[in-house]
């Protein structure tokens, strides 16, 4: 059973950083791309960034220059770094990656259960 868990989430004020942690465990084989999305209240939910396992990265136009994606592939984790954050990133952000469970099967698409950012004015 793949699971991915997300952390380091919370209240951050305006202009402030905070990074995110996605940890992918059980049976892994391989993972594909990673990536991260958020949606908040009353809005559907959106790409905020992905990155592939050689590390080629695609950013919303919202967080160009503020968001930065990264992954460990030693560790199977993803990490977002976001930086000048604004009251509009507020949101529920997930982890998302493509994952190969073991040799003998397809890849399969996971999703973590979200951690809240919320950044005050």
């Known amino acids: 059973q793949v699971q991915l868990v997300e952390s380091g989430g919370g209240l951050v004020q305006a202009g402030g950083s905070l990074r995110l942690s996605c940890a992918a465990s059980?049976?892994?084989?391989?993972?594909?791309?990673m990536g991260w999305y958020r949606q908040a209240p009353g809005k559907q939910r959106e790409l905020v960034a992905t990155?592939?396992?050689?590390?080629?990265?695609n950013d919303a136009d919202s967080v160009k220059g503020r968001f930065t994606i990264s992954r460990d592939n030693a560790k199977n984790t993803v990490y977002l770094q976001m930086n000048s954050l604004k009251p509009e990133d507020t949101a529920v952000y997930y982890c998302?990656?493509?994952?190969?469970?073991?040799?003998?099967?397809?890849?399969?698409?996971?999703w973590g259960q979200g951690t809240q950012v919320t950044v005050s004015s």
């Open positions: 059980g049976s892994i084989f391989s993972i594909n791309a």
């Open positions: 990155i592939t396992s050689g590390g080629s990265t």
């Open positions: 998302n990656a493509d994952i190969q469970p073991t040799r003998y099967q397809y890849r399969y698409n996971y």
